[in-house]
């Protein structure tokens, strides 16, 4: 809970939760010099904020060649990159488990071999989210974290994450239902699962 409490707490600087939001819209590495400039900051400043969200545990630090890197002594050595952190953070006050709850939920449901009922339901939930023209809004609101990828669109971030390890069948299945739902006639969801990203995309209905 205290670690949790300071991650969210070092968002609090404006700068710092400039270059954590850049950094995790893009779903790769970045370097120091391309999130300083995003965040209209000097690299070496952008490196001290985001070493500092790398000790916050928000951040993950690697090192990789850059197509960038300037010529000269030092150009090809490895660069720091970051990358949004895995280790998902909340806070609660007072604490509160709901992800306990779910998943002992989601068990009962597989063990009654109530799957469908649970699906149908997630669709149900779904459609009442929806609002015809603003499914890409309504995605972002719910923390999904949609992007376009060519004539696709794509979901960085799966809400469900926590639940989905567990019972990934049921929860995947739920969560393309209740995407579909709430997408209603302007796309079509499917089961694309990647890594680090939510199992569903979407591809946009050509009349909408």
Known sequence: MNDDLDAVAALHDPVRRALYEFVAAQG?????????????????????????????????????RLTDAKPGPGG???????????????????????????????????????????????GAAGRRLHQPGAWHQTLRDRGYEPYADGD??????????QVARDQPLLVCAMNLALCQGLAGADATAELDPRPDECCVSFSKNKNC
Request: proline fraction near 4%; include cysteine.
């Open 152 to 161: 696709r669109v794509r979901l960085r971030n799966c809400p469900f994450h």
């Open 28 to 64: 790769r590495p970045v370097g120091r010099e391309e999130a300083g400039q995003a965040a209209g900051i000097s690299r070496t400043l952008a490196a001290f904020h985001l070493d500092k969200l790398a000790e916050a545990g928000l951040l993950e630090i690697d090192f990789m």
């Open 76 to 122: 090809g050595r490895p660069a720091k990159v970051y990358r949004r952190a895995r280790t998902a953070r909340k806070v609660t006050l007072p604490e509160r488990d709901y992800e306990q709850l779910a998943g002992l939920l989601a068990e009962v449901v597989h063990d009654l071999d109530a799957d469908d009922r649970a699906i149908a339901a997630a």
